[in-house]
């Protein structure tokens, strides 16, 4: 795993709603709230109901450009804001949500009006993108959608993938997402002996990390943009 950017991978200069200058003066609103008041624990709740649960910056933004070089297809895109950024950039961006804001029935963003046009749909609809890069902004901890979707675009020939959240044990996605994206390397459940996590032991590698670019975060949590690329599946599972 690599913590600095893939070749071609350098940082916008001047690029709508992000840094636009050395010395910090943003047009970015949820920067803005985040340098302002990054330690605060309802500023955070607010950062969350109106643009979404990762901070992505500027540096993050061309990493993802230059990953996604066919264009992104987003699941799980919430109220758009990353889309947004990234469209912001010039880069071609579809996204789907299976609850899209302001339906008063979506748990996070009911309510909130949508920076971007997210469309309503579930993990069936990589089906139809797989020339795309998928990416998946904090997936639903411990729920099964997220793995889902991976497996439907690997098996429909997807080459490249882009997660940003936190790794194995935090608050993105489940054990069975983390093996198959290749940031969970060993099954707990076998090797220690502990009940909850799930057995992983069969669940294939599809895609290796090929690159970590750091972004801000609250306090409390550890979120990255990881850069996935796709591997063979018989070569290895996780190991117990």
């Not at 916008?12 to 047009?27: K, M, N, W, Y």
């Not at 949820?30 to 302002?36: A, G, N, S, T, V």
């Not at 979707?149 to 608050?171: D, K």
């Not at 750091?214 to 990881?226: K, L, N, T």
């Amino acid at each position: 795993m690599w913590n600095r950017l893939p070749p071609g991978c350098s940082p916008p200069l001047h690029t709508r709603h992000i840094r636009v200058s050395a010395a910090g003066d943003l047009e970015d609103p949820l920067m803005r709230l985040y340098f302002r008041a990054k330690s605060n624990d309802p500023s955070r709740d607010i950062a969350i109901r109106r643009y979404g649960f990762a901070i992505v910056d500027a540096r993050a933004i061309a990493a993802i450009g230059a990953w996604a070089r066919n264009g992104l297809v987003e699941l799980g895109a919430g109220t758009g804001y990353t889309a947004a950024l990234l469209n912001d950039y010039e880069i071609d961006v579809v996204a789907f949500d299976l609850d899209p804001p302001p339906s008063p029935t979506n748990r996070w963003f009911a309510g909130t009006t949508p920076w971007f046009d997210v469309q309503r749909g579930d993990e069936t609809v990589v089906d139809d993108y797989t020339d795309r890069c998928l990416m998946l902004v904090w997936p639903t901890m411990n729920e099964t959608w997220a793995a889902d979707a991976v497996e439907r675009f690997h098996a429909g020939g997807g080459e490249r993938v882009v997660f940003v959240g936190e790794g194995p044990g935090g608050h993105s996605g489940d054990d069975r997402f983390h093996a198959m994206i290749g940031t969970l390397h060993r099954c707990y459940r076998c090797a220690y002996g502990l009940l909850e996590p799930m057995c992983v032991c069969e669940v294939p590698r599809l895609y290796n990390v090929r690159a970590r670019v750091p972004i801000p975060h609250w306090d409390g949590f550890r979120d990255s943009v990881y850069l996935l690329e796709r591997r063979d599946p018989h070569l290895q599972a996780v190991l117990p």
